[in-house]
């Protein structure tokens, strides 16, 4: 059975920084593209950024380039997000998701989500 | 950027009753690249269509998808008490990913 479990998420000041983690199981990691989504409270989803199996892809929103780095580590199954220069507006549930296949960004599976929530 | 409008923003529907849901693009989409997700309170996004018209695995044949270039349609054939939710459509393109706002299947 495939599972996603996010974490990381907490409180932030504006301007601060959050490491999210995503680990997978249940699956063969290093196969397939990973994808972060993200929903502010009562507002739709967002796509954040992506990542190819080795990592020689790395797609961003264009609200978060320059600020937040997509990365995985094959070896661990885990996919991580590293979020700088936190906004209010990034306060969201992040929810990472995997790729039903190469070169078909749908999402087949999801973690729970993890709540970043950017206020001073 | 192609963006998606979905269509109508809430449907009051009973149970039994047929649902038909729109969503259309602002550029033409290839439908290879169109699907579909119900979203229920407290919970991840669940994949129910993608290529347009292929159910996802476990996703019962009472969901449909259809569709093509700027206009594509789920439609749930006979409402169960478990399908009111909230539905998105979402398409991908060459490096970036849109949704639709969402429809709400309410019970009437």
């Known amino acids: 059975e495939v599972q996603l479990f996010d974490s990381g998420g907490g409180f932030v000041q504006p301007g601060g920084s959050l490491r999210l983690s995503c680990a997978a199981s249940?699956?063969?990691?290093?196969?397939?593209?990973m994808t972060w989504v993200r929903q502010a409270p009562g507002k739709g989803l967002e796509w954040v950024s992506a990542?190819?199996?080795?990592?020689?892809?790395?797609y961003y929103t264009d609200s978060v380039k320059g600020r937040f780095t997509i990365s995985r580590d094959n070896s661990k199954s885990t996919l991580y997000l590293h979020m700088n220069s936190l906004r209010a507006e990034d306060t969201a549930i992040y929810y990472c998701?995997?790729?039903?296949?190469?070169?078909?960004?749908?999402?087949?599976?999801w973690g729970q989500g993890t709540l970043v929530t950017v206020s001073s | 950027e192609i963006l998606l409008t979905q269509s109508p923003g809430t449907l009051s529907l009973s149970p039994g009753e047929r649902a038909t849901l729109s969503c259309r693009a602002t550029?033409?989409?290839?439908?290879?690249?169109l699907a579909w997700y119900q979203q229920k309170p407290g919970q991840a996004p669940r994949l129910l269509i993608y290529?347009?018209?292929s159910r996802a695995t476990d996703i019962p044949d009472r969901f449909s998808g259809s569709g093509s270039g700027t206009d594509f349609t789920l439609t749930i054939s006979r409402l169960e008490p478990e399908d009111f939710a909230v539905y998105y459509c979402?398409?991908?393109?060459?490096?970036?990913?849109?949704f639709g706002g969402g429809t709400k299947v309410e019970i009437k």
């Open positions: 249940g699956f063969t990691f290093s196969s397939y593209a």
């Open positions: 990542i190819s199996p080795s990592s020689n892809s790395i």
């Open positions: 290529g347009a018209s």
């Open positions: 979402q398409q991908y393109g060459t490096s970036s990913v849109t």
């Open positions: 998701s995997k790729n039903l296949a190469t070169g078909m960004a749908f999402y087949d599976s």
């Open positions: 550029q033409s989409v290839s439908i290879t690249s």
